[in-house]
C-alpha cells in the first residue's frame, strides 16, 4: 500500500503525474474535513463561524507573503510577471481591492472587529503555525515545489461552490454580499492552477522531483487541514480554547 | 575613533541619525571607487564597459527578487503596497517596461549578445555573492534593517547625474538611448528613499536599533563596493579575469 497517491520508484508520464496530484486532492483536500461539513451544512453556531472567519483571515493575509516569497525565489523575470496575478488577487491593484480586503468584509458583517481581525491576536495557534509553515517551505523549498504546493487550487473551486450555496442556504446571519470573496476565486483559481499544473508537469523531469512535487502538495493540504483540525478541537468538540484565542461566548458571539 | 559615522552607545535623535546615515554615503558609497572614476571619466576601453554593464545586469535582476523578499516579510499590507512600486520599477508595470527591459537595452548598444546577459553566466563570482548576500540580507533580516539596507538610493541621483554627463562625454560607443535606465532613476530614487528615510527615522526607537541600521545601510555600500572592486581586479588591475568570465579580448570587445 502506498503512503500516499502517485508514491512510486517509477518516473511517470505527465499525465500519471497529473492524476496522481488530482488524487490527493480527493483523498486530503480540506472538504473532506468534518469542520466543513459542519460550515457548510449548517451546524455551527454564529460564534463559530467567527471563528473560523477570524483564523482564515490569517491564512488570506499569508498568501500575498507566500507568493511575494515564491517570486522572490525567481530568477526569471517573465516567471514573476506570470505569478504576480496571484499576488495582484489577493493585495488588490487598480479597481480592484484584492482578497484580504473582502475577506475583512466578511469579518466585518459577521460582526467582529477589524482592528481585532487585523491584530491577528486572537488566532488559535495552530492557524498561525500552519501559516507560517507554509510561507517558510515555498521561501525554502525549490522553486518546482513551492509551486507545486499552490496546486490546492485545483480543488478549490468545488469546495467554493459547496460554500456560497451551503452557507448562505442554512445560516441566515449569511448574505450574498458576505460570498464575493469566494465568488471571486471561482474565476480566478482556475485560471491561476492551469499556469501551475502545466509547469510542474513540464518541470517534474525525474521521479525524485516527481515526488517532491507529490509531497509538496501533501503539505499543503496538511497546511490547510491542520487550520480546520485546530478549530474543530478549540470550537466544535473539545471545545478546549487556547489561553489567548478567541471566545465567542466572551464578545456575545 | 568610531568605526563608522554615527557609532555609539547612545540613542541619537532622528535628524542625528539622518545625518549619520548621509555620513555613511559620503565616506563609503561607490561613487567613490576608483573604478567608477575611471567609468566616467572616459578611462575606459569598450571592453571594460562591457564587463561593468554584463556584471551590473545580475544586479539589475536581483533587485526585484529583493524587493520581493521585502514584501514577503511584510505582515503590513499598506507597507506592502508601498513597497511594490519599486517593485514595478524593476520589473515593469502597464505601459512601463521596467528597469531590467531598460539595461538589457544598454548591453544590446554595448554590443552584448542579450541570451548571454540573462544568462548571467560570464559575471564575476564576486559579482553574484554580492548580490546573492543581498537579497539574503533582506530576506533573513529584521524589516527595518531591510529597508534601511535600501538607503543608498539616498546618494543615487548623484552618481546617476556623473554617470550621465561623464559617459556621454567620453566615449564615442555610449549615446543619450543607452542612458535611459539612469535618466528613469533619477525620478524614482527620490520618490523611493523619502519613504525609506522616514521609516527607518520613526522606527529605530532604540539605540540598538539605531546601530543596527547604520550597519545595514554599511553592508549596502559593501555590496555596491565590492562589485566595483572586483571588476578592477578583473578588468583593470591586474586583468585577472576568473575561469569562466567575460573576456573582452575573446569576443573582439
Not at 459577521?110 to 491577528?120: F, K, Q
Not at 454580499?177 to 492552477?193: E, G, K, N
Amino acid at each position: 500500500m502506498s503512503a500516499y497517491p502517485g508514491q512510486s520508484d517509477k518516473l511517470m508520464s505527465e499525465s500519471e503525474l497529473e492524476a496522481a496530484l488530482r488524487q490527493i486532492g480527493a483523498e486530503r483536500y480540506h472538504n473532506l474535513h468534518p469542520f466543513h461539513k459542519l460550515l457548510h451544512g449548517g451546524k455551527l453556531e454564529r460564534g463559530q463561524v467567527q471563528a473560523w472567519a477570524l483564523n482564515r483571515y490569517y491564512y488570506q493575509a499569508s498568501i500575498p507573503r507566500k507568493d511575494c516569497a515564491i517570486m522572490s525565489n525567481m530568477t526569471d523575470r517573465a516567471l514573476r510577471l506570470e505569478w504576480r496575478q496571484r499576488y495582484f488577487d489577493h493585495d488588490g491593484i487598480g479597481e480592484d481591492e484584492g482578497g484580504i480586503e473582502r475577506w475583512l468584509r466578511l469579518t466585518d458583517a459577521l460582526g467582529l472587529e477589524r482592528a481585532y481581525v487585523a491584530s491577528t491576536e486572537g488566532i488559535l495557534p495552530a492557524t498561525r503555525h500552519a501559516c507560517d509553515a507554509y510561507v517558510h517551505f515555498v521561501r525554502d523549498k525549490p522553486l518546482l515545489e513551492a509551486i507545486a504546493s499552490s496546486l490546492t487550487e485545483l480543488f478549490a473551486p468545488t469546495i467554493h461552490s459547496e460554500r456560497i450555496a451551503g452557507m448562505l442556504e442554512h445560516y441566515d446571519f449569511i448574505d450574498e454580499t458576505m460570498m464575493t470573496y469566494f465568488r471571486r476565486r471561482l474565476s480566478q483559481a482556475p485560471r491561476d492552477v492551469n499556469f501551475a499544473l502545466k509547469y510542474v508537469k513540464a518541470e517534474a523531469k525525474t521521479q525524485p522531483q516527481q515526488q517532491a512535487v507529490l509531497r509538496a502538495l501533501l503539505f499543503k493540504t496538511n497546511v490547510l487541514w491542520a487550520q480546520l483540525d485546530a478549530l474543530h478541537h478549540a470550537y466544535v468538540e473539545p471545545r478546549n480554547i487556547p489561553p489567548g484565542a478567541f471566545d465567542p461566548s466572551a464578545v456575545g458571539g
